[in-house]
């Protein structure tokens, strides 16, 4: 078995067609296909079955796909016994986080890094539903990503996880809001509001829906809205209320703008640092990582 053909087979477990797998490594799909019939001759069973129009692993194709992981996080072994790559502090790095992260923190990240010997970091955000975080590690060192604590878990079989912060959503509230002046908030307080949230699939989102089911009211969504910003400037006019981060949308909050716990629901979210196992074997990554993780200490001091 060839190497690259391991990292194909691994890929197209992590990314799920031939296509993103192309994509990733810059090759063409024909290559990719190409590679994984050569693979498939060398082994007995089946290494992929169609679903739909995707070619997705078989039980025996993903144990293989994770036997490859390990060959190539030893191939990135023996590569730093042989040279400096390992060990330099001055390496290219590259991080991309979700929206609200990247407010909070890419600044912050630059400024700190912004000296010589320090890593050379490339940043990037990428606004995904919680479950396509880990596919993100195929084409990124380091990836700053979020999850309820209800959701699933991360595939750590895949992916090494790096814990951040541990962060409640807060109500955000127009200052003059009735509700306002109340330390803290309920299901049955907020229920019969109007709502900026954001898409299916988000982290407001899985909150609203948990408001809607214990205050058994179905919510009044006026706005869908991803981005932090804007939800806190259409809270900021009166008309709505919605969800902020508690320690994160420090960049978007204005004096307009209240934040109230909200008890009795599960709103706390997970920020996490996902990477491939190879890639924190570097020091220019972990250096990345520990500077995140101070700026995060940071944010929760503040906050």
């Not at 796909?65 to 190539?72: E, F, I």
């Not at 988000?202 to 809205?225: F, G, K």
């Not at 008309?239 to 981060?245: A, D, K, N, Q």
Request: aromatic share 4%; with cysteine; glycine share 8%.
């Amino acid at each position: 078995m060839e190497i690259h053909q391991l990292e194909i087979l691994r890929e197209l477990g992590a990314l799920g067609s031939v296509k993103a797998v192309a994509d990733t490594l810059m090759v063409t799909p024909s290559a990719v296909s190409q590679q994984l019939a050569l693979l498939q001759r060398k082994v007995e069973v089946p290494l992929t079955r169609k679903e739909g129009r995707n070619l997705v692993l078989t039980e025996a194709g993903q144990v293989l796909a994770d036997a490859g992981a390990a060959v190539v996080s030893a191939m990135a072994d023996a590569r730093g016994a042989i040279g400096n790559y390992h060990g330099s502090a001055g390496g290219r790095v590259t991080l991309c986080g979700f929206h609200s992260a990247g407010q909070a923190v890419f600044a912050k990240l630059a400024k700190v890094l912004d000296a010589p010997g320090q890593p050379r970091v490339e940043l990037s955000d990428e606004d995904v539903a919680q479950q396509d975080f880990p596919a993100l590690t195929a084409r990124y060192d380091v990836v700053l990503a979020h999850r309820m604590d209800h959701s699933p878990r991360w595939p750590e079989e895949r992916v090494t996880v790096l814990p951040l912060l541990h962060e409640p959503l807060d109500v955000a509230l127009p200052a003059g809001h009735p509700l306002a002046a109340k330390p803290a908030l309920t299901a049955d307080d907020v229920g019969g509001e109007a709502w900026v949230t954001s898409h299916t699939g988000y982290s407001p989102a899985d909150v609203l829906s948990a408001v809607a089911a214990v205050s058994s009211r179905q919510p009044n969504i006026v706005h869908r809205i991803n981005d932090y910003s804007t939800v806190a400037a259409l809270v900021a006019t009166g008309g709505v209320v919605g969800l902020l981060p508690r320690y994160t949308a420090s960049p978007v909050l204005n004096p307009d703008i209240v934040l109230r716990p909200l008890e009795g629901i599960s709103t706390r979210r997970r920020i996490d640092l996902l990477a491939r196992p190879e890639n924190l074997k570097r020091r220019s990554v972990t250096i990345v990582c520990e500077a995140l993780q101070d700026i995060m200490a940071g944010l929760v001091k503040q906050g």
